[in-house]
């Protein structure tokens, strides 16, 4: 505990994971209501930070507040869709989205054709990755001038009903078939987790990040610079803070537990 109080009040800003962390679906996690109130309070700056890209932001944060987590604005929510719809936007892309209805709806605004995709942008959308719609994507990466783009590359996620497979089996079913290399914009990339922190002001050495998956979460966070806290809840199975050449800097049962430590 001494140790994860240092570490943790050596750091100028936090990132927290949302699923799996602070809920799943529409349930909180052990005090994690009372926690950011709590965490709120102490002035730390903090952003969430999350993969999701089943639904939009506004779903996000529609959820969050349902919960009873009241006090949280869209400022301070940042997301693999906010990423991925920067870069179709930076590049003036035209992509073909594998995502689901809810989750098209952050790429409103941008113009885009119903043909001549150059792209695709691939999420998790259970209703949009069968295979009328991986081959239509297989066939606009046949040109080597096209693009995939994965919002992340997430192996499995916690639903209500267990574990859920996740959307990387169906970029790296894109992979194998193309021979191509999807760009991963979400977590664990490193511009992912550097962007956040220039979000926050600060730097990623000052930051340290909170979540359930050891790989997206906390490797890549501390490969990125960053310190990195693992939680059991979520998709947390025993075992996996040995399962990566980098170790959590620090394990606690729930993000409760670890702001209860640090205030």
């Known amino acids: ?94 992509p073909l989205l594998l995502l689901s209805d809810d989750a098209a709806k952050d790429f409103n605004g941008i113009p885009r054709k119903s043909t001549s995709h150059d792209s695709v942008v691939i999420g998790l959308a259970p209703e949009k990755l069968n295979y009328l719609n991986l081959n239509a994507a297989f066939q606009i990466l046949l040109d080597d001038r096209s693009r995939l783009i994965a919002a992340h590359k997430g192996r499995y996620f916690k639903s209500a009903d267990g574990l859920a497979i996740g959307p990387g089996a169906f970029v790296e079913s894109l992979e194998y078939s193309t021979g191509r290399q999807a760009e991963i914009v979400g977590k664990p990339s490193a511009h992912f987790f550097h962007r956040a922190a220039h979000l926050l002001g600060t730097k990623p050495s000052d930051c340290c990040m909170i979540g359930d998956d050891v790989r997206d979460d906390v490797e890549g966070a501390m490969k990125a610079g960053m310190k990195g806290v693992l939680v059991r809840t979520g998709k947390y199975r025993e075992g996996d803070e040995h399962s990566t050449d980098a170790p959590p800097d620090y394990i606690c049962e729930t993000f409760a537990d670890f702001v209860d430590i640090l205030v």
């Open 1 to 94: 505990i001494l140790l994860l109080n240092r570490m943790a009040s050596g750091s100028r800003a936090l990132l927290i994971d949302l699923s799996g962390t602070i809920f799943t679906d529409r349930v909180p996690t052990p005090r994690a209501v009372s926690a950011i109130s709590k965490l709120i309070k102490t002035g730390l700056p903090f952003l969430f930070v999350s993969n999701s890209t089943k639904e939009s932001q506004s779903s996000l944060l529609e959820r969050m507040h349902s919960i009873g987590i009241n006090q949280v604005t869209s400022d301070i929510i940042f997301t693999s869709l906010t990423c991925t719809k920067d870069l179709v936007e930076s590049n003036q892309l035209n």
